[in-house]
């Protein structure tokens, strides 16, 4: 029931921010908006599914370099459906996917589950590291243009003083945590749930401490950088598709891509604010609402397209494995 009530929540959220980017547009754009995704390229479209596909490709190779260090060896074609699986439970429940995928290889592959839920945190801690890294770049590159567009567009409601207030209760809340499981820390230890979470946190250890004994520390810098890399083409190629956006550079490409990954940390696979996120970026540089939408909507269904075909496979291929493992 909870996730039940959890999803609907999330969807709920995505369908208001279609409804509110839908109302802004008039009759005319609305028509414009249709009349674009109409006469698209859908050749680049088609490319932009198969390179998107090869992002997670090579995230399930990236994957494969935290865990052999463990010596665990898992092969690729499971590595990457349950990279897939775990995305396509993402856009059910946030984050549910993480956990998920991890179960799906430690039992096909007999890999420790906390073990694998380990390299997941590396995983995130990276790819957290990295996009902040990314974003200070795209927000010092094109700093002016969007400046200029928050203070024309939210000016009167992102209150900064509001956001101090809460950065303060913030930290002053964490200090108090701290400061009653310091004088509780006797009781604590003695608990069985201590215990047990102290077991999982040792094998989530182990897991982060691969990153410390990867064979090819370069190569898997390299691919955590490949991989934004290869959604920054995506976001190109859609660029493509349009008449109206095909002059667009790289370096948009790249803003858009960057402003657009906050759109899934909103909503389940950024369903509705995405496009808008895309369509306001593109806006930044003179491509009217219609067009920017048809240019988001497109590139979210390239994100999700793959992950629906590959999930559903995973999902078929794992419990084809399972029934396997229990008739032996």
Request: with cysteine; aromatic share 16%.
């Amino acid at each position: 029931m909870k996730r039940a009530i959890r999803l609907v929540i999330f969807l709920t959220i995505g369908l208001g921010f279609i409804w509110w980017f839908v109302s802004k547009l008039t009759s005319e754009e609305l028509n414009q908006l249709f009349v674009s995704l109409s006469e698209a390229n859908y050749f680049w479209f088609t490319l932009a599914i198969l390179i998107n596909i090869f992002s997670s490709y090579i995230r399930a190779l990236r994957w494969q370099q935290l865990i052999n260090p463990m010596g665990y060896y898992p092969k690729i074609l499971p590595t990457f459906l349950a990279v897939m699986s775990g995305y396509l439970a993402n856009l059910a429940i946030p984050r549910l996917g993480e956990i998920l995928r991890c179960g799906l290889i430690s039992k096909s592959q007999k890999i420790p589950f906390e073990k694998a839920v380990g390299t997941v945190l590396v995983e995130r801690a990276v790819d957290t590291i990295i996009f902040l890294l990314i974003f200070l770049l795209g927000l010092m590159v094109e700093f002016s243009y969007i400046k200029d567009y928050l203070y024309n567009n939210f000016n009167q409601v992102i209150s900064f003083q509001k956001i101090k207030y809460l950065i303060v209760i913030f930290i002053i809340s964490v200090i108090l945590a701290i400061f009653i499981i310091f004088i509780l820390r006797k009781k604590i230890v003695e608990t069985k749930l201590y215990k047990k979470i102290k077991h999982i946190l040792l094998g989530f250890l182990e897991g982060i401490k691969s990153i410390f004994k990867l064979k090819n520390p370069l190569l898997f810098i390299f691919n955590s950088l490949f991989i934004w890399f290869i959604w920054i083409l995506g976001a190109y190629v859609i660029f493509l598709c349009f008449p109206e956006t095909m002059h667009l550079s790289f370096k948009i490409a790249f803003i858009a891509t960057i402003l657009g990954a906050i759109g899934p940390i909103v909503t389940p696979g950024g369903i509705g604010i995405f496009p808008a996120i895309i369509a306001e970026t593109l806006l930044m540089y003179g491509i009217i609402k219609p067009v920017g939408y048809a240019a988001g909507w497109l590139l979210w269904i390239v994100s999700q397209i793959g992950i629906l075909i590959f999930g559903l496979i995973g999902f078929i291929y794992f419990s084809k494995t399972k029934k396997k493992d229990e008739t032996n």
